[in-house]
């Protein structure tokens, strides 16, 4: 059954995106003593499911105000990541100092193996955007509709289109399996525009690809011309002249956001308190807005998103609790559904 736009609008969470630009954006101001720790730190090894070329550029935007913090990226698709972490926890050889997860309810399921953890302005996030109180939002995205202006001449209104012969042998998507982000825009589908919508798209036999970045660079060679996607994953290449263009749909915009925590075995914590602090400040989230294409979980948005008015497109969060009862055996019908196998 199709749920309507007004149901749909229930239960969705109005983020900061809705609240005009701040001018203002206070610089972000550690205490002295963790700058002091965090060099002798010296730097530390991330663990992360964002797009790799995203994390390099929030990192050098990171370097610009500490330099002395290196930062050593182990990047993997979220569900490959999560298996290394608990391979790793089980054989007591976690060597990650910070962890960064597209699906923070993973993360939630062992959270013993983090710290005890909450930035300084964790009063200005939005209570439901933290998975727990060792967990935060440092990311926050939304999927979109991406299109290569060289090959998509008739261009999408909204999310029914990639249902349509029109883009027969033209769409691709990434794989329900990549992680938080690609599972938010599945459960999505099902639970906002209807049971039969994944059916109807399976129909016109979509290209299938491993993660947002790989059906990105897609769209860019030419071999599809049209796909959901992560935001983020296509902003930068747009920014860098590359020839896509992007909607976000009237029918909503899914969202999810990534959960970051230390564990409890970091041996670098320091350095990897700083990065993650920096990252949660109003400074920090206003880069990651403005340069990367990420939208925001603190309650005021430092900064705003181009084509995106939330008062228009409305941002979709799933129910923490119903996501994690459904996802595994929606994934299953969604995986079967388009002739996939895990």
């Given at each position: 059954m199709t749920i309507t736009r007004r149901q749909a609008i229930a239960g969705t969470v109005a983020l900061a995106t809705a609240s005009p630009a701040r001018a203002d954006i206070p610089r972000f101001e550690p205490s002295a003593a963790l700058v002091e720790a965090a060099k002798k730190d010296g730097g530390f090894i991330n663990y992360s499911a964002q797009i790799e070329d995203l994390e390099l550029e929030?990192?050098?935007?990171?370097?610009?105000?500490f330099p002395f913090v290196k930062v050593q990226i182990v990047h993997l698709p979220g569900g490959q990541l999560i298996?290394?972490?608990?391979?790793?926890?089980?054989?007591?050889?976690?060597?990650?100092?910070?962890?960064?997860?597209?699906?923070?309810?993973?993360l939630r399921n062992i959270e013993s193996a983090f710290r005890p953890y909450a930035p300084s302005n964790a009063a200005d996030y939005i209570p439901e955007s933290v998975a727990s109180p060792r967990i935060w939002p440092r990311l926050?995205?939304?999927?979109?509709?991406?299109?290569?202006?060289?090959?998509?001449?008739?261009?999408?209104?909204?999310?029914?289109?990639?249902?349509?012969?029109?883009?027969?042998?033209?769409?691709?998507?990434?794989?329900?399996?990549?992680?938080?982000?690609?599972?938010?825009?599945?459960?999505?589908?099902?639970?906002?525009?209807?049971?039969?919508?994944?059916?109807?798209?399976?129909?016109?036999?979509p290209r299938v690809y491993t993660t947002n970045a790989v059906t990105a660079d897609a769209l860019i060679r030419g071999e599809i011309g049209i796909a959901p996607v992560s935001y983020p994953a296509v902003m930068p290449k747009i920014r860098d002249g590359a020839p896509l263009d992007y909607i976000f749909p009237v029918e909503?915009?899914?969202?999810?956001?990534?959960?970051?925590?230390?564990?409890?075995?970091?041996?670098?914590?320091?350095?990897?308190?700083?990065?993650?602090?920096?990252?949660?400040?109003?400074?920090?989230?206003?880069?990651?807005?403005?340069?990367?294409?990420?939208?925001?979980?603190?309650?005021?948005?430092?900064?705003?998103?181009?084509?995106?008015?939330?008062?228009?497109?409305k941002l979709w969060f799933a129910d923490r609790a119903e996501s994690d009862r459904v996802r595994d055996p929606w994934l299953a019908e969604w995986s079967k559904t388009f002739g996939l196998r895990q």
């Open positions: 929030t990192i050098a935007a990171f370097n610009k105000r298996e290394r972490i608990k391979a790793e926890i089980g054989a007591n050889k976690l060597v990650a100092d910070l962890i960064d997860h597209s699906e923070p309810s993973l926050t995205a939304g999927t979109c509709i991406a299109w290569n202006r060289e090959i998509i001449k008739d261009k999408p209104r909204g999310w029914w289109d990639l249902t349509g012969p029109r883009y027969a042998g033209q769409l691709g998507m990434p794989s329900g399996y990549t992680g938080g982000s690609t599972w938010a825009w599945v459960m999505f589908q099902r639970k906002v525009l209807g049971e039969d919508y994944w059916a109807r798209q399976a129909a016109i036999k909503g915009v899914p969202c999810f956001t990534f959960g970051d925590g230390i564990p409890t075995t970091a041996k670098h914590p320091a350095a990897a308190q700083l990065y993650l602090d920096w990252c949660l400040s109003e400074e920090g989230q206003a880069m990651l807005i403005r340069d990367l294409g990420h939208l925001t979980a603190l309650k005021k948005t430092p900064a705003t998103t181009p084509g995106l008015d939330p008062e228009v497109q």
